[in-house]
């Protein structure tokens, strides 16, 4: 759906390149510094996506009072970790492409790549630290978040890559709904809206508000690509690799749960093959499919989001912004079609 939110993405989402880009531009008068760390991580800051992540926490900024320039250092820092989360998880997945290009690890290798993440890392707390517009008490609030949100969603990569590092498949919907909130919707919702509502002067019901908003609608983003990897676009690459690659999803834990005895072990046997045959694709969609489970998936990133528009609905918040967040929990599970 084709609403506020995306028009706002639009027309924003190049908004931060220059700053972003400044991060690595003529930092080094070292020409092998500026080919192995700089450069590499400017390319890949450039490939941008929507930029959904420091946008919102900008709007969040906007939605309290202040002004989205303000929030820029604290976007900029969520910015760089998703760059960085993004770098490091591709390595541990073995990923192909990101966004259209080469993943960083395959144009320059591994070691190279792991330590340009790194440097993304660094850049989460010196960009808020070498702000000069925010005052020290602020600065030390918001870098206390960016602290929380890195060790959350470390402890969800953590669950994700222990599960298959130990063929676990014993993991129920309560376990998945806690590596997810965990991995996704601290970054993706929950800490980018505090922090600009921090920035922005906001008083701790506004500021609770937008996190506890945040975090609804980040795991409904989680949950809405779990099915977008099942039945979204057939000629995208990485459709269903989910299933190939045996990931632990809403969709899969929960017909794992359900399915009868017969079904569960015929889906183990795929989930557990590393197959991309289509038959064997198809087959266990049909299963998830038959185990209610597709269903069930969708029916909870709707109450999520049913859950966050309630709870938006009764803060105080600057009226054109409050409708893009509304707008926005809705564009968050209607990228399915």
Known sequence: MDGLFATFLREHAGDLDAYLGSFFCDQTDNADVETYLYAPLKRYSDNAGKRHRPLICMLACRAVGGSMEHARSAAAAIEHFQSA????????????LRRGKPCLHITEGEGLAINC???????????????????????????????????????????????VRDGRFDIGVADYLAMASRKTAYYSGAIPLACGAIIGGGDETQIEGLRAFGMDT??????????????????????????????RTLIAVHALETAAE???AELLKILTSG??????????VAIFEATGSLDFAR???????????????????????????????????????
Not at 120 to 132: A, K, N
Not at 277 to 284: H, Q, S, T, Y
């Open 85 to 96: 989360a993004l770098i490091h998880d591709d390595i541990a997945d073995n990923g192909q």
């Open 117 to 163: 993440g790194d440097l993304d890392l660094t850049l989460v707390f010196s960009s808020v630290l070498r702000d000069p517009a925010l005052d020290d008490a602020v600065k030390l609030r918001v870098l206390g978040e960016l602290s929380d949100m890195t060790v959350r969603t470390i402890e969800g990569q953590a669950l994700d890559l222990g599960w």
């Open 218 to 247: 980040g795991l409904a983003f989680q949950i809405q690509d779990d099915l977008l990897n099942l039945l979204g676009d057939p000629t995208e690459k990485d459709f269903r690799t989910d299933i190939t690659e045996g990931k």
């Open 262 to 264: 017969a079904q569960r």
């Open 275 to 284: 197959s991309s045959e289509r038959e064997d694709l198809d087959r266990a």
């Open 299 to 337: 029916t909870y990133a709707h109450d999520l989001t049913e859950r966050a528009k309630a709870g938006l609905a009764s803060l105080d918040l600057e009226a054109e912004a409050k409708e893009l967040f509304s707008s926005m929990a809705d564009f968050f599970v209607d990228r399915l079609k």
